[in-house]
Protein backbone atom coordinates (compact mmCIF):
# COMPACT_ATOMS: atom_id res chain seq x y z
CA UNK A 1 0.00 0.00 0.00
CA UNK A 2 1.32 3.01 -0.91
CA UNK A 3 2.40 5.79 1.80
CA UNK A 4 1.75 9.32 1.85
CA UNK A 5 5.15 10.42 0.38
CA UNK A 6 3.60 9.18 -2.64
CA UNK A 7 0.14 11.94 -2.46
CA UNK A 8 0.65 15.48 -3.77
CA UNK A 9 0.60 17.86 -0.33
CA UNK A 10 -2.88 18.91 -1.74
CA UNK A 11 -4.45 15.49 -1.15
CA UNK A 12 -3.19 15.34 2.41
CA UNK A 13 -4.08 18.89 3.19
CA UNK A 14 -7.80 18.05 1.85
CA UNK A 15 -7.88 14.59 4.00
CA UNK A 16 -6.91 16.98 7.19
CA UNK A 17 -9.74 20.07 6.66
CA UNK A 18 -12.43 17.33 5.95
CA UNK A 19 -11.30 15.45 9.48
CA UNK A 20 -11.27 18.55 11.54
CA UNK A 21 -13.93 20.02 9.91
CA UNK A 22 -16.37 16.90 11.07
CA UNK A 23 -15.21 17.79 14.69
CA UNK A 24 -17.75 20.02 16.10
CA UNK A 25 -16.17 22.93 17.70
CA UNK A 26 -12.54 22.68 16.80
CA UNK A 27 -12.59 25.20 13.49
CA UNK A 28 -10.41 24.50 10.43
CA UNK A 29 -7.04 24.39 9.61
CA UNK A 30 -5.48 26.76 6.60
CA UNK A 31 -6.23 25.94 3.43
CA UNK A 32 -5.85 27.56 -0.11
CA UNK A 33 -7.44 30.45 -1.64
CA UNK A 34 -10.75 29.28 -3.55
CA UNK A 35 -11.21 26.22 -1.39
CA UNK A 36 -14.85 25.07 -1.31
CA UNK A 37 -15.53 24.49 2.68
CA UNK A 38 -16.95 20.79 2.89
CA UNK A 39 -20.37 19.86 3.15
CA UNK A 40 -21.91 19.66 6.68
CA UNK A 41 -19.27 21.97 8.13
CA UNK A 42 -20.73 23.58 11.07
CA UNK A 43 -23.53 21.14 11.85
CA UNK A 44 -23.73 20.31 15.18
CA UNK A 45 -22.69 17.08 16.50
CA UNK A 46 -24.09 15.06 19.33
CA UNK A 47 -23.63 11.61 21.54
CA UNK A 48 -26.39 9.55 21.24
CA UNK A 49 -27.30 5.70 22.31
CA UNK A 50 -30.03 4.10 22.10
CA UNK A 51 -30.91 1.93 24.39
CA UNK A 52 -33.26 -0.17 22.60
CA UNK A 53 -31.01 -0.40 19.34
CA UNK A 54 -27.73 -0.69 21.25
CA UNK A 55 -25.90 1.65 18.63
CA UNK A 56 -23.39 4.05 19.89
CA UNK A 57 -23.80 7.35 17.28
CA UNK A 58 -23.35 10.45 16.51
CA UNK A 59 -26.30 12.49 15.58
CA UNK A 60 -25.24 15.39 13.36
CA UNK A 61 -27.72 18.07 12.15
CA UNK A 62 -29.53 18.62 15.63
CA UNK A 63 -29.92 21.41 18.06
CA UNK A 64 -30.74 18.96 20.69
CA UNK A 65 -31.42 15.46 21.17
CA UNK A 66 -34.50 14.51 20.26
CA UNK A 67 -36.70 10.54 21.32
CA UNK A 68 -34.73 8.91 18.27
CA UNK A 69 -35.51 5.45 19.64
CA UNK A 70 -39.46 5.55 18.86
CA UNK A 71 -38.57 7.07 15.44
CA UNK A 72 -36.26 4.88 15.16
CA UNK A 73 -38.09 1.95 15.98
CA UNK A 74 -41.45 3.12 13.83
CA UNK A 75 -39.28 3.15 10.83
CA UNK A 76 -37.82 0.35 11.27
CA UNK A 77 -41.53 -1.47 11.86
CA UNK A 78 -42.52 -0.23 8.32
CA UNK A 79 -42.21 -0.92 4.33
CA UNK A 80 -39.18 -1.50 3.61
CA UNK A 81 -37.50 1.00 2.07
CA UNK A 82 -34.41 1.35 -0.95
CA UNK A 83 -30.88 1.47 0.22
CA UNK A 84 -28.30 3.29 -1.77
CA UNK A 85 -24.47 2.84 -0.53
CA UNK A 86 -21.53 5.45 -1.38
CA UNK A 87 -18.68 3.76 -1.71
CA UNK A 88 -15.37 6.62 -2.31
CA UNK A 89 -11.76 5.43 -3.22
CA UNK A 90 -10.04 8.79 -1.98
CA UNK A 91 -7.11 10.39 -4.12
CA UNK A 92 -8.38 9.94 -7.70
CA UNK A 93 -8.64 6.32 -9.46
CA UNK A 94 -6.78 5.68 -12.38
CA UNK A 95 -9.64 4.60 -15.33
CA UNK A 96 -7.10 3.54 -17.59
CA UNK A 97 -5.45 1.28 -15.14
CA UNK A 98 -9.06 -0.10 -14.02
CA UNK A 99 -10.08 -0.42 -17.55
CA UNK A 100 -7.63 -0.59 -19.98
CA UNK A 101 -7.62 -0.49 -24.08
CA UNK A 102 -4.33 -3.14 -23.78
CA UNK A 103 -4.17 -3.33 -27.61
CA UNK A 104 -3.86 0.08 -27.91
CA UNK A 105 -0.53 1.14 -29.55
CA UNK A 106 -1.06 4.92 -28.10
CA UNK A 107 -1.98 3.34 -24.68
CA UNK A 108 1.34 1.63 -24.64
CA UNK A 109 3.58 4.65 -26.07
CA UNK A 110 2.09 7.22 -23.46
CA UNK A 111 2.87 3.97 -20.61
CA UNK A 112 5.83 2.21 -21.59
CA UNK A 113 6.57 1.06 -17.60
CA UNK A 114 2.72 1.58 -16.49
CA UNK A 115 0.44 -0.50 -19.58
CA UNK A 116 -0.45 -3.63 -18.41
CA UNK A 117 -0.35 -7.06 -20.91
CA UNK A 118 -3.10 -8.42 -22.59
CA UNK A 119 -3.01 -10.99 -20.34
CA UNK A 120 -2.90 -9.96 -17.20
CA UNK A 121 -6.99 -8.93 -16.70
CA UNK A 122 -10.02 -11.01 -18.12
CA UNK A 123 -11.25 -9.18 -21.19
CA UNK A 124 -14.52 -6.46 -20.55
CA UNK A 125 -17.23 -8.14 -22.78
CA UNK A 126 -19.28 -4.34 -23.56
CA UNK A 127 -16.23 -3.16 -25.12
CA UNK A 128 -13.28 -5.36 -26.36
CA UNK A 129 -10.62 -2.90 -26.51
CA UNK A 130 -10.69 -3.02 -22.67
CA UNK A 131 -9.51 -5.55 -19.99
CA UNK A 132 -10.26 -5.30 -16.31
CA UNK A 133 -7.30 -4.84 -13.82
CA UNK A 134 -6.05 -8.08 -12.41
CA UNK A 135 -7.19 -6.72 -9.11
CA UNK A 136 -10.90 -6.02 -10.37
CA UNK A 137 -12.01 -10.37 -11.32
CA UNK A 138 -14.47 -10.27 -8.79
CA UNK A 139 -16.07 -7.24 -10.61
CA UNK A 140 -15.77 -8.99 -13.93
CA UNK A 141 -17.67 -11.59 -12.31
CA UNK A 142 -20.20 -9.60 -10.92
CA UNK A 143 -20.56 -7.86 -14.41
CA UNK A 144 -20.55 -11.29 -16.18
CA UNK A 145 -24.37 -12.03 -13.90
CA UNK A 146 -25.21 -8.32 -14.85
CA UNK A 147 -25.03 -6.91 -11.44
CA UNK A 148 -22.17 -3.81 -12.65
CA UNK A 149 -23.06 -1.39 -14.97
CA UNK A 150 -19.46 0.46 -15.42
CA UNK A 151 -19.30 4.19 -16.30
CA UNK A 152 -15.59 4.27 -17.84
CA UNK A 153 -15.38 7.90 -18.23
CA UNK A 154 -17.65 9.54 -15.59
CA UNK A 155 -16.99 13.05 -14.59
CA UNK A 156 -17.81 16.73 -15.46
CA UNK A 157 -17.17 19.50 -17.85
CA UNK A 158 -14.74 21.80 -17.72
CA UNK A 159 -12.76 19.28 -15.11
CA UNK A 160 -11.29 20.90 -11.53
CA UNK A 161 -7.94 18.14 -11.06
CA UNK A 162 -7.64 19.60 -7.21
CA UNK A 163 -8.37 16.40 -4.87
CA UNK A 164 -10.69 19.12 -2.95
CA UNK A 165 -12.52 20.78 -5.45
CA UNK A 166 -13.52 17.90 -7.26
CA UNK A 167 -13.87 15.63 -5.03
CA UNK A 168 -16.83 18.57 -3.33
CA UNK A 169 -18.51 18.91 -6.62
CA UNK A 170 -19.24 15.07 -6.20
CA UNK A 171 -20.33 15.36 -3.01
CA UNK A 172 -22.95 17.98 -2.97
CA UNK A 173 -23.70 16.99 -6.51
CA UNK A 174 -23.34 20.06 -8.48
CA UNK A 175 -19.71 22.50 -9.51
CA UNK A 176 -20.71 25.14 -7.19
CA UNK A 177 -18.05 25.73 -4.98
CA UNK A 178 -20.29 27.16 -2.23
CA UNK A 179 -22.87 24.52 -1.82
CA UNK A 180 -22.63 23.20 2.01
CA UNK A 181 -24.98 20.39 2.02
CA UNK A 182 -25.02 16.87 0.72
CA UNK A 183 -26.45 16.13 -2.39
CA UNK A 184 -27.72 12.63 -0.27
CA UNK A 185 -28.47 15.20 2.60
CA UNK A 186 -31.02 17.00 0.50
CA UNK A 187 -32.65 13.88 -0.76
CA UNK A 188 -32.92 12.92 2.97
CA UNK A 189 -34.42 16.88 3.83
CA UNK A 190 -37.60 15.82 1.22
CA UNK A 191 -37.69 12.64 2.50
CA UNK A 192 -37.08 11.73 5.78
CA UNK A 193 -37.86 12.28 8.99
CA UNK A 194 -36.66 14.04 12.44
CA UNK A 195 -37.14 10.92 14.08
CA UNK A 196 -34.63 8.47 12.34
CA UNK A 197 -31.04 9.76 12.22
CA UNK A 198 -30.40 6.23 10.98
CA UNK A 199 -31.66 7.24 7.47
CA UNK A 200 -28.49 8.48 6.72
CA UNK A 201 -25.52 6.64 7.94
CA UNK A 202 -21.80 7.21 7.52
CA UNK A 203 -19.78 4.49 8.44
CA UNK A 204 -16.83 6.49 9.89
CA UNK A 205 -15.75 8.36 12.69
CA UNK A 206 -17.04 11.21 10.94
CA UNK A 207 -19.79 12.88 8.96
CA UNK A 208 -19.11 11.86 5.15
CA UNK A 209 -20.43 15.22 3.48
CA UNK A 210 -22.46 13.66 0.82
CA UNK A 211 -24.90 12.96 3.85
CA UNK A 212 -25.15 16.78 5.53
CA UNK A 213 -28.26 17.62 5.65
CA UNK A 214 -30.15 20.97 6.50
CA UNK A 215 -33.43 19.65 8.05
CA UNK A 216 -33.08 16.14 9.24
CA UNK A 217 -30.54 14.37 11.61
CA UNK A 218 -28.46 11.85 10.15
CA UNK A 219 -25.62 9.62 11.73
CA UNK A 220 -22.00 8.24 11.95
CA UNK A 221 -20.99 4.76 13.31
CA UNK A 222 -17.25 4.26 14.51
CA UNK A 223 -18.13 0.69 13.89
CA UNK A 224 -20.67 -1.60 12.72
CA UNK A 225 -19.27 -4.12 15.88
CA UNK A 226 -20.59 -1.55 18.52
CA UNK A 227 -23.78 -3.34 19.40
CA UNK A 228 -25.16 -3.76 22.88
CA UNK A 229 -28.34 -3.96 24.33
CA UNK A 230 -28.75 -3.53 27.91
CA UNK A 231 -29.97 -0.85 30.98
CA UNK A 232 -27.42 1.68 33.24
CA UNK A 233 -26.65 -0.37 36.52
CA UNK A 234 -28.05 -3.81 35.30
CA UNK A 235 -26.19 -6.91 34.65
CA UNK A 236 -25.61 -10.42 34.76
CA UNK A 237 -28.81 -12.61 35.38
CA UNK A 238 -30.59 -9.69 36.48
CA UNK A 239 -30.17 -8.09 33.07
CA UNK A 240 -31.08 -11.70 31.55
CA UNK A 241 -35.03 -11.75 32.99
CA UNK A 242 -35.49 -8.10 32.30
CA UNK A 243 -34.11 -8.56 28.94
CA UNK A 244 -36.84 -12.11 28.33
CA UNK A 245 -39.55 -10.02 30.08
CA UNK A 246 -39.94 -8.27 26.93
CA UNK A 247 -41.60 -10.27 24.65
CA UNK A 248 -44.61 -11.45 27.23
CA UNK A 249 -44.82 -7.59 27.50
CA UNK A 250 -45.68 -7.10 23.83
CA UNK A 251 -48.79 -9.28 23.59
CA UNK A 252 -51.92 -7.18 22.26
CA UNK A 253 -53.96 -4.86 24.47
CA UNK A 254 -57.29 -3.81 24.65
CA UNK A 255 -56.72 -0.35 25.85
CA UNK A 256 -54.98 1.53 22.41
CA UNK A 257 -52.30 3.69 24.53
CA UNK A 258 -51.39 0.38 26.11
CA UNK A 259 -51.74 -1.08 22.95
CA UNK A 260 -49.23 0.90 21.08
CA UNK A 261 -46.99 0.49 24.04
CA UNK A 262 -46.96 -3.18 23.75
CA UNK A 263 -46.31 -2.80 20.51
CA UNK A 264 -43.27 -0.62 20.70
CA UNK A 265 -41.72 -3.49 23.06
CA UNK A 266 -42.37 -6.02 20.72
CA UNK A 267 -40.44 -4.78 18.28
CA UNK A 268 -38.21 -3.77 20.58
CA UNK A 269 -37.81 -7.70 22.01
CA UNK A 270 -37.64 -8.58 17.90
CA UNK A 271 -34.63 -6.19 17.20
CA UNK A 272 -32.56 -7.08 20.53
CA UNK A 273 -33.07 -11.16 19.72
CA UNK A 274 -31.85 -9.87 16.17
CA UNK A 275 -28.91 -7.90 16.98
CA UNK A 276 -27.84 -10.07 19.68
CA UNK A 277 -26.10 -12.26 17.71
CA UNK A 278 -23.58 -9.10 16.49
CA UNK A 279 -21.68 -8.57 19.73
CA UNK A 280 -21.35 -12.47 19.98
CA UNK A 281 -20.21 -13.32 16.14
CA UNK A 282 -17.94 -9.99 15.66
CA UNK A 283 -15.24 -12.24 15.79
CA UNK A 284 -16.52 -14.36 12.76
CA UNK A 285 -18.27 -11.53 10.42
CA UNK A 286 -21.72 -10.59 12.33
CA UNK A 287 -22.97 -14.34 11.77
CA UNK A 288 -22.67 -13.52 7.41
CA UNK A 289 -23.58 -16.30 5.67
CA UNK A 290 -20.45 -15.19 3.49
CA UNK A 291 -16.59 -15.17 4.09
CA UNK A 292 -15.09 -11.38 3.98
CA UNK A 293 -11.52 -10.86 2.97
CA UNK A 294 -9.32 -10.67 6.64
CA UNK A 295 -7.82 -7.30 6.22
CA UNK A 296 -6.31 -4.14 8.44
CA UNK A 297 -8.11 -1.67 7.21
CA UNK A 298 -11.80 -2.44 8.76
CA UNK A 299 -13.59 -1.92 5.62
CA UNK A 300 -14.51 -5.67 5.04
CA UNK A 301 -16.05 -5.62 8.40
CA UNK A 302 -17.37 -2.60 8.33
CA UNK A 303 -19.67 -4.08 5.20
CA UNK A 304 -20.33 -7.44 6.73
CA UNK A 305 -21.81 -5.32 9.75
CA UNK A 306 -23.94 -3.08 7.19
CA UNK A 307 -24.85 -6.32 5.55
CA UNK A 308 -26.10 -7.68 9.13
CA UNK A 309 -27.65 -3.97 9.86
CA UNK A 310 -29.76 -4.15 7.11
CA UNK A 311 -30.53 -7.91 7.72
CA UNK A 312 -31.77 -6.92 11.17
CA UNK A 313 -34.44 -4.30 9.29
CA UNK A 314 -32.73 -1.15 10.92
CA UNK A 315 -34.30 1.68 9.15
CA UNK A 316 -31.06 2.52 6.67
CA UNK A 317 -31.56 5.07 3.30
CA UNK A 318 -28.32 6.03 2.05
CA UNK A 319 -25.22 4.93 3.81
CA UNK A 320 -21.50 6.41 2.70
CA UNK A 321 -18.07 5.05 3.57
CA UNK A 322 -14.50 5.78 1.93
CA UNK A 323 -12.74 2.33 1.02
CA UNK A 324 -9.62 1.57 1.51
CA UNK A 325 -6.45 2.16 -0.61
CA UNK A 326 -4.28 5.43 -1.57
CA UNK A 327 -5.52 6.51 -5.09
CA UNK A 328 -3.16 9.23 -5.51
CA UNK A 329 -0.37 7.26 -7.43
CA UNK A 330 1.64 9.44 -8.30
CA UNK A 331 4.67 7.17 -7.80
CA UNK A 332 4.82 3.61 -7.43
CA UNK A 333 1.49 3.36 -9.19
CA UNK A 334 1.49 -0.17 -9.81
CA UNK A 335 1.41 -1.99 -5.98
CA UNK A 336 -0.41 0.96 -4.45
CA UNK A 337 -3.57 0.40 -7.03
CA UNK A 338 -3.51 -3.47 -7.59
CA UNK A 339 -3.48 -3.62 -3.31
CA UNK A 340 -6.33 -0.95 -3.16
CA UNK A 341 -8.12 -2.25 -5.95
CA UNK A 342 -7.89 -5.73 -4.79
CA UNK A 343 -8.99 -5.55 -1.12
CA UNK A 344 -12.35 -3.28 -2.36
CA UNK A 345 -13.13 -5.60 -5.40
CA UNK A 346 -13.26 -8.37 -2.89
CA UNK A 347 -14.77 -7.15 -0.22
CA UNK A 348 -17.97 -5.74 -2.48
CA UNK A 349 -18.17 -8.52 -4.11
CA UNK A 350 -18.38 -10.58 -0.81
CA UNK A 351 -21.01 -8.01 0.43
CA UNK A 352 -23.31 -8.85 -2.89
CA UNK A 353 -23.53 -12.51 -2.15
CA UNK A 354 -24.08 -11.57 1.19
CA UNK A 355 -27.06 -9.29 0.76
CA UNK A 356 -27.84 -11.96 -1.75
CA UNK A 357 -27.68 -15.21 1.00
CA UNK A 358 -30.12 -12.85 2.92
CA UNK A 359 -32.79 -11.86 0.54
CA UNK A 360 -31.94 -8.41 0.64
CA UNK A 361 -30.22 -7.76 -2.63
CA UNK A 362 -32.75 -6.36 -4.29
CA UNK A 363 -33.36 -3.24 -1.83
CA UNK A 364 -29.70 -2.35 -2.58
CA UNK A 365 -27.46 -0.81 -4.80
CA UNK A 366 -24.08 0.15 -4.41
CA UNK A 367 -22.30 3.22 -6.06
CA UNK A 368 -18.34 3.21 -6.56
CA UNK A 369 -16.97 6.74 -7.54
CA UNK A 370 -13.74 8.76 -6.91
CA UNK A 371 -12.86 12.32 -7.69
CA UNK A 372 -11.43 11.68 -10.89
CA UNK A 373 -9.06 9.60 -12.67
CA UNK A 374 -5.60 10.25 -13.56
CA UNK A 375 -3.15 11.65 -16.81
CA UNK A 376 -2.66 9.09 -19.69
CA UNK A 377 1.19 9.38 -19.67
CA UNK A 378 3.11 8.35 -16.94
CA UNK A 379 4.90 10.89 -15.49
CA UNK A 380 8.42 8.99 -14.92
CA UNK A 381 7.87 8.06 -11.70
CA UNK A 382 5.88 4.76 -12.04
CA UNK A 383 2.70 7.32 -11.17
CA UNK A 384 0.52 9.37 -13.03
CA UNK A 385 -0.52 13.03 -12.41
CA UNK A 386 -3.90 14.26 -12.04
CA UNK A 387 -6.61 13.90 -14.73
CA UNK A 388 -10.34 14.46 -15.99
CA UNK A 389 -12.57 11.81 -16.72
CA UNK A 390 -12.38 8.54 -13.62
CA UNK A 391 -14.22 5.58 -13.93
CA UNK A 392 -17.70 4.23 -11.71
CA UNK A 393 -19.31 1.38 -10.80
CA UNK A 394 -23.16 0.81 -9.70
CA UNK A 395 -23.37 -2.96 -8.42
CA UNK A 396 -26.75 -4.57 -7.64
CA UNK A 397 -28.99 -7.09 -8.62
CA UNK A 398 -31.65 -4.40 -10.16
CA UNK A 399 -28.76 -3.00 -12.15
CA UNK A 400 -29.59 -2.77 -15.75
CA UNK A 401 -25.53 -4.07 -15.86
CA UNK A 402 -25.15 -1.96 -19.12
CA UNK A 403 -22.43 0.45 -19.69
CA UNK A 404 -22.90 4.01 -19.26
CA UNK A 405 -21.25 6.32 -21.66
CA UNK A 406 -18.08 4.91 -24.16
CA UNK A 407 -14.64 4.61 -23.48
CA UNK A 408 -13.86 7.55 -25.40
CA UNK A 409 -10.07 6.18 -26.59
CA UNK A 410 -6.74 7.45 -25.75
CA UNK A 411 -6.15 8.94 -29.30
CA UNK A 412 -8.55 11.60 -28.56
CA UNK A 413 -7.44 13.41 -25.29
CA UNK A 414 -8.57 16.85 -24.18
CA UNK A 415 -5.79 19.72 -23.88
CA UNK A 416 -4.15 18.62 -20.61
CA UNK A 417 -3.79 15.16 -21.77
CA UNK A 418 -6.42 13.49 -19.98
CA UNK A 419 -9.25 11.29 -20.72
CA UNK A 420 -12.63 13.08 -22.04
CA UNK A 421 -15.76 12.32 -19.95
CA UNK A 422 -18.46 10.61 -21.77
CA UNK A 423 -20.75 10.68 -19.07
CA UNK A 424 -21.81 13.41 -16.14
CA UNK A 425 -21.98 12.39 -12.59
CA UNK A 426 -24.68 14.93 -12.20
CA UNK A 427 -26.92 12.66 -14.82
CA UNK A 428 -26.04 9.50 -12.68
CA UNK A 429 -27.22 11.22 -9.43
CA UNK A 430 -30.30 12.52 -11.23
CA UNK A 431 -30.84 8.80 -12.51
CA UNK A 432 -30.74 7.26 -9.35
CA UNK A 433 -32.76 9.66 -7.46
CA UNK A 434 -35.60 9.11 -10.10
CA UNK A 435 -35.61 5.44 -10.54
CA UNK A 436 -34.27 4.36 -7.53
CA UNK A 437 -34.81 6.47 -4.47
CA UNK A 438 -38.38 7.54 -6.53
CA UNK A 439 -37.80 11.59 -5.79
CA UNK A 440 -37.40 14.65 -7.54
CA UNK A 441 -34.21 15.26 -9.01
CA UNK A 442 -34.14 18.67 -10.00
CA UNK A 443 -35.03 19.06 -6.17
CA UNK A 444 -32.13 17.54 -5.08
CA UNK A 445 -29.76 18.18 -8.07
CA UNK A 446 -29.31 21.99 -9.18
CA UNK A 447 -30.03 22.29 -12.55
CA UNK A 448 -30.73 18.66 -13.48
CA UNK A 449 -33.00 18.56 -16.23
CA UNK A 450 -29.83 19.82 -18.32
CA UNK A 451 -28.17 16.59 -17.60
CA UNK A 452 -28.98 13.52 -19.43
CA UNK A 453 -30.66 10.64 -17.99
CA UNK A 454 -30.00 6.76 -18.89
CA UNK A 455 -31.83 3.75 -17.86
CA UNK A 456 -30.10 2.54 -14.73
CA UNK A 457 -32.33 -0.75 -13.55
CA UNK A 458 -33.58 -3.25 -15.17
Given at each position: ????????????R????????A?????????E???????????????????????AL?V????????????I??????P???????V?????T??????????D???????????L?????????ED???????????F???????KV???P?????????????????????????R???GW?????????????????L????????????????????A???????GA???WG????????????????????F??????????????????????Q??D???G??????Q???????????????????L?????????????DTH???????A?G?D?????????????E?????????T?????????AE?????G????A?????????R??????????G?????D??????T???????S????????????A?????????R?????
Open positions: MSRSCHHCNEFSASLMRKTAEAGKGLPAIPGMPVPAGTGLDRRAFVTRTFGLSYGVGKLGLFEEGARAASGAEPVLVSFLPGGDALSVLYPAASTYQKLRPKLAPESAGPAFSTRLHWHPSLQPATLHGEGTVMAVGYTHPDQSHFTSRHFWEVGATDALTSMGRYLDRSGTMDNPLQGSLDYQLQPSLASTKVPVASLAPDEYTFPGVEVEDRMLETLQPLGARRSDPLNQAAKATAQSDRLRRQLAPFANSNGFSPVQYPNDSGFPRQMAGLAAMLAAKPLRCVAITAPGEYSDQPKALDLITARTLLAFQRDLARGLADRVLLVWSEFGRRENGSDTDHGAGSGFLIGTVRGKMVGEFPVDKLDDGNLRASDFRGIYSLLEQWLGADAAVIPGASSFQTTLLK
